[in-house]
């Protein structure tokens, strides 16, 4: 019903910048609309539970994670239904695995995930 498609990962330096960016498509926004809900970033690092990164809401309002604060920022752009993720000042602790997020009818669907990888 929902399909989510992440791109943009990559190998970057310590103190690089990524934008990840992340379509919604499917069956299901023939009777909902994208800016309907809600859009989250999650990332797994190996070893680690997934947690949330940033959240971007209907209305447009964002919540940034403390550990990304001040070096991410998340965006959506409705009329492509997309949803992206700009990160900063890269440090070797963001790697790991980034996935969207989209919560609908009591689901949360996933993207395959992007790799980040930073270098020290």
């Known amino acids: 019903q929902v399909q989510l498609v992440e791109s943009g990962g990559g190998l970057v330096q310590t103190g690089g910048s990524l934008r990840l960016s992340c379509a919604a498509s499917?069956?299901?926004?023939?009777?909902?609309?994208?800016?309907?809900?809600?859009m989250n970033w999650y990332r797994q690092a190996p070893g680690k539970q997934r947690e949330l990164v940033a959240s971007?809401?209907?209305?447009?309002?964002?919540n940034i994670d403390y550990s990304v604060r001040g070096r991410v920022a998340i965006s959506r752009d409705n009329t492509k239904n997309t949803v992206s993720l700009q990160m900063s000042s890269l440090k070797p602790e963001d790697t790991a695995v980034y996935y969207c997020?989209?919560?609908?009818?009591?689901?949360?669907?996933w993207g395959q995930g992007t790799q980040v990888t930073v270098s020290s």
């Open positions: 997020n989209m919560r609908m009818d009591n689901r949360d669907y």
């Open positions: 499917g069956s299901a926004f023939g009777r909902t609309m994208f800016s309907s809900h809600t």
């Open positions: 971007v809401s209907r209305d447009g309002s964002t």
